[in-house]
């Protein structure tokens, strides 16, 4: 089965510092990776996701890149908040397919 | 996008009793839907998939006759877990793949088991 690893797994910025969270996956037939935010006792909200034909995508102050070839991809925050602070966990899977496959999650601290 | 609810969001049980935890998809059928367990600090853990009107499927190493899972319509499954033991306390959160195939997530069961 497919296999997602996450690092680092905490990371401390100071606000307005970008933040860089990689991934890499093993079944090279996923084709869809999101990401998603967790804060504490709370459900994972997705930010961003990507499908494998693109490589990188981009939504404000979040982008993700992704390296077929390499099997890894990467989520970058720019200008990072205070309120960015929360476990961020990758994810992969098959475009439609049931299985979501998590990384192990990133805990990110955002210094003020 | 798709309306997860999760019920209860607490509850405490006793040592050998069973509790159940239902999901409801408020705004759309779901045909699917997922349960995962989440330990402190760690990552989302697929315990099995639960199918409308048929048998759910369980991950590897995961008791199909101590997790008990229903999903009798299309916008209710439900995780029953039997004779709990303090090592079943988690965070138990279902999911609804909605037509987009994206995932939305319940916002979770707190279970503690004393």
């Known amino acids: 089965g497919e296999n997602v690893e996450q690092h680092p797994s905490t990371l401390s910025v100071q606000e307005g510092d970008s933040a860089v969270i990689k991934c890499t996956y093993s079944?090279?037939?996923?084709?869809?990776f999101p990401w998603y935010k967790q804060e504490l006792g709370k459900r994972p909200q997705l930010i961003i996701d990507?499908?494998?034909?693109?490589g990188e995508k981009k939504d404000q102050r979040i982008a993700v890149t992704l390296n077929k070839t390499a099997k890894h991809f990467s989520l970058h925050i720019t200008e990072t908040q205070p309120e960015d602070s929360a476990v961020y966990f990758c994810a992969a899977s098959k475009w439609g397919y049931q299985k979501v496959t998590f990384g192990t999650g990133t805990k990110l601290q955002v210094i003020p | 996008g798709a309306v997860v609810s999760q019920h209860p969001s607490r509850v405490i049980c006793k040592s050998g009793t069973s509790v159940k935890i239902e999901c409801r998809s408020l705004?759309?059928?779901?045909?699917?839907m997922f349960w995962y367990r989440q330990f402190p600090k760690q990552s989302l853990m697929l315990m099995a998939t639960?199918?409308?009107?048929?048998?759910?499927?369980?991950e590897q190493g995961v008791e199909k006759d101590k997790f008990l899972i229903n999903h009798a319509s299309l916008t209710l499954s439900t995780l029953t877990v039997t004779s709990a033991h303090p090592e079943d306390s988690s965070f138990y959160i279902c999911?609804?793949?909605?037509?987009?195939?994206?995932?939305?997530f319940g916002p979770g069961t707190r279970l503690t088991v004393t």
């Open positions: 639960s199918n409308e009107g048929s048998k759910a499927t369980y």
């Open positions: 990507i499908r494998s034909n693109v």
């Open positions: 705004d759309f059928q779901a045909t699917t």
């Open positions: 079944d090279s037939a996923s084709n869809y």
């Open positions: 999911s609804v793949r909605g037509q987009d195939y994206e995932q939305y």
